[in-house]
């Protein structure tokens, strides 16, 4: 469960409101520390002893070696252009979550 995030995407936001009911829930490979995000290599997880998530994301990067544009492993998805691990929420009043727009949002 600590891997575990309820996270808002563009089809579940609208002008002014976010569809709560509707949300997405994701397994992510990271951490919070020090008020940062930090994504979490198969061995980071294996050390912790959450060997099922490693092997989870291991079978991840299997499956897009397959792809035709398999260059990028699962951990490079996630955090496209550091769009995950350069947010940062600490002492903020207001959080606001916008469409994204283009061929990789």
């Known amino acids: 469960r600590r891997y ?3 996270t808002v995407t ?8 976010i569809l709560e009911d509707q949300l ?3 397994l992510l490979p990271i ?10 290599s198969n061995q980071q997880l ?3 002893g959450d060997e099922a998530v490693a092997e989870w994301f291991d079978s991840i ?6 792809e035709p544009k398999g260059e990028k492993k699962i951990r490079q998805r996630i955090d496209e ?3 995950l691990t350069l947010q940062n929420f600490a002492g903020a009043r207001f959080l606001v ?3 994204a727009g283009g061929a990789i949002p």
């Open 4 to 6: 575990l995030f309820t």
């Open 10 to 17: 563009s089809n579940t936001l609208l002008p002014f409101v």
């Open 24 to 26: 997405p829930t994701v």
């Open 31 to 40: 951490e919070f520390r020090e008020d940062t995000i930090r994504i979490l």
């Open 46 to 48: 294996l050390d912790r």
């Open 61 to 66: 990067d299997h499956a897009l070696d397959d």
């Open 81 to 83: 252009r550091r769009k």
């Open 97 to 99: 979550h916008h469409g």
